[in-house]
């Protein structure tokens, strides 16, 4: 079948399309025949249609950036930019990881099409996210950027002890949360969860946490993955053909939420793996 995902000539955005898993999807839109619109504090590598500068942390840059793609309609985001947390401070990685991203999202919505998606990139950080629920419900009923920074300022203690980890939790529950939403506008939205990934941030994940701590968090595959493992279900899930998937998390982390929730995780698979590479 030609054009089995549906991307050819569909108009995309990708955020943090410079990096990781953003520019491993970034390219791979591209190769599909997509037209693709590159957001990222700096300019990527990979060959995209057009490139434009975006700070998520800043409400400003994002509404520019909004205006400046919104001539035509867009067929699909891709919300990929992300901060791991320390070195950068925690409500920095707050507003890029969920407040600027959810702005963006929400600035784009009357311009996508209909049959278009919105996929994102969370973390297997977010497990538990559902016993989460009673905080980040106040944070999603905010309305707008500055009313979401108003709500992480008065609530400092919920969410500090990890602004990376309490952004995924956000993540994943506003994925259910706005679907009800953007359904009777035919727009989707989903995310995946990743588990370790090769990337740039992993060495400042291994310094905050300890790399026996990430390693811990590999599922039954034996090893991290690497950044076009994670970018091909999130094109997946943004295809058309996926017009029946909304709402939902996709666990992308080489089986250990599975494993988890079976009591049959075991920390020694790296080394089980490697016996027999």
Not at 126 to 146: C, N, P, V, Y
Not at 197 to 210: I, N, R, S
Request: proline share 5%; aromatic share 10%; hydrophobic share 40%.
């Amino acid at each position: 079948m030609d054009d089995a995902l549906g991307y050819k000539g569909k108009r995309v955005v990708v955020t943090g399309a410079a990096s990781g898993m953003g520019e491993a999807t970034a390219a791979i839109l591209g190769d599909l025949g997509a037209r693709v619109t590159a957001l990222d504090i700096k300019e990527p590598t990979v060959s995209v249609d057009r490139f434009v500068q975006i700070d998520l942390r800043d409400q400003g840059s994002i509404d520019a950036a909004v205006a400046s793609i919104t001539d035509t309609a867009i067929d699909g985001l891709f919300s990929c930019a992300g901060l791991p947390g320390p070195p950068f401070s925690e409500f920095d990685t707050m507003l890029v990881n969920f407040v600027g991203a959810r702005h963006l999202a929400e600035s784009l919505v009357p311009h996508m099409s209909t049959g278009s998606a919105i996929s994102v990139i969370s973390s297997s950080a977010a497990i538990g996210w559902e016993k989460q629920t009673s905080t980040t419900k106040q944070l999603l009923e905010t309305t707008g950027f500055d009313a979401a920074v108003e709500w992480l300022q008065a609530n400092e203690a919920t969410w500090n002890w990890s602004g990376y980890a309490y952004s995924k939790y956000v993540i994943d529950a506003w994925v259910g949360w706005w679907y009800p939403e953007l359904a009777p506008k035919g727009i989707r939205i989903n995310c995946i969860n990743p588990g370790p990934t090769e990337t740039a941030m992993m060495p400042a994940f291994q310094d905050l946490m300890g790399k026996d701590v990430i390693d811990d968090a590999m599922g039954p595959v034996g090893r991290y993955s690497r950044a076009e493992e994670q970018a091909w279900p999130l094109v997946c899930l943004g295809s058309p053909r996926m017009s029946y998937v909304g709402g939902s998390i996709l666990w992308t982390d080489g089986g250990w939420y599975g494993a988890m929730t079976m009591g049959r995780h075991q920390a020694d698979w790296a080394e089980e793996t490697a016996k027999h590479a």
